[in-house]
Structure formats: C-alpha cells, structure tokens
C-alpha cells in the first residue's frame, strides 16, 4: 500500500516528460546489473568517478550492450580513494560531464529492474544526481544479490551467521573472480552470480 503511493508520487513528480519511459512497463525478463565507483562512501558529499552496467536478457549476460563511462569530477581526488578504487586523476582527464554521463545512463536502463551488491548505496548515489535534475528517485524496481544469496543460504546454515562478502559469496556459487575490481568487472561478476543464485535451489 505505502510502497504504491510514494511510487505514483515519485511519478507526479517528474520534471521533464521526455523521462517517462523510466516509469514504463519493462522488457519481459530483462534487468541492467551495475556498479559505481565514487570518491567516497557519503552519497552527501561525494562524487561518481565511473559507472559500469551490464544488461540480462533470460539467463544472458547481453556482452554486446555493457555500459561504461568514467565522469570528471568537481575536484582531486584525494590519495586515500585512489588507493581504493585505482582510479587516479589522470585517469579522468577525459571524463565526460557528470549530467551527460547520468542521462547516457537513464536510457541505457529504462524501466528495467536494477541489480547490484549493495545496490542500496549505487542508488543512493545516483538519486543525488537525478532527484536534483528529474525531482524524482530512480523508480526502477531493485534486486540485491547478497539478499538473494542470504535467502537461498539462511535454510541451511543452523546459526544463520553468513558471510556476504563479495568474493566469498563468488568462490561459494563456484563463479570466477576478474582481477581487477572496477565498475564494468563488478557489475559483470553481479551478473553471473545473479544468474547463478536463479537458478540454483540451495547454495
């Protein structure tokens, strides 16, 4: 009921109409899988350095639709973040605006359902550009892995401690790990583990 009402005052709220398709029905059994990487961990304060996405269709990771663009930022990046992400300064010297780089974005997902590993703070950080520009929040539904992994998992696990650390939950679904963790890579292992946790009845 709660859920109902604010997504048709989400949608009242719309500032440019040339964005209702983000409120359309989706693609049958279509979702975009995607990642950031930010400045920091304050959706406040901090700023999107690069989005990676991905597209699935059934049980398809669409490799011939990825998503990948890298944003120059308002200032520096401090030595701190860099030693997180790896993304340096001049990596980003030829980064797009910020506001072309969210509507590249929009359209790239649509009214598709979103996927992540802690999705909850990739959304946030997006709505701090959107919600300014659009007046609205990403009305995409959401589906985070390590919620589906902990679902599958809870049953068989008598204390119910369970890890869901990224890598951990990868070498248990028995998936590969890409060497280099950056939005594109991250959102394709997303992928397979969304994909995997589908079609699995246990882990």
């Known amino acids: 009921m709660f859920a109902s009402f604010f997504a048709k005052r989400n949608a009242q709220n719309l500032k440019d109409e ?13 979702v975009v899988v995607f990642d950031t990487e930010t400045t920091g961990l304050s959706p406040k304060k901090d700023e999107i350095l690069s989005i990676g996405a991905v597209k699935i269709k059934g049980n398809k990771i669409l490799m011939s639709e990825k998503f990948e663009l890298f944003i120059k930022p308002s200032r520096e990046i401090n030595e701190k973040s860099i030693k997180i992400h790896q993304i340096r300064n001049v990596d980003l010297e ?8 969210i509507v590249q974005f929009l359209h790239f997902i649509g009214s598709r359902p979103l996927v992540g590993y802690y ?12 919600k300014p520009w ?19 998992k809870i049953k068989f696990i008598p204390d119910g401690v369970i890890d869901l650390r990224f890598d951990v939950m990868m070498n248990d679904l028995g998936l590969p790990i890409f060497g280099k963790h950056d939005a594109l890579n991250d ?17």
């Not at 030829?94 to 780089?101: E, L, Q, R, S």
């Not at 959102?187 to 882990?203: C, D, G, Q, S, W």
């Open 18 to 30: 040339q964005y209702r398709f983000l409120f359309e029905e989706a693609p049958v059994d279509e």
């Open 94 to 101: 030829n980064g797009i605006d910020p506001h072309k780089a």
């Open 119 to 130: 999705l909850e703070f990739d959304i946030k950080m997006m709505n701090t550009y959107v």
């Open 134 to 152: 659009l007046g609205i929040n990403l009305p995409n539904p959401q589906i985070e892995v390590s919620g589906l992994y902990h679902d599958k």
């Open 187 to 203: 959102a394709m292992m997303t992928a397979m583990m969304y994909i995997k946790l589908r079609n699995i009845e246990k882990v």
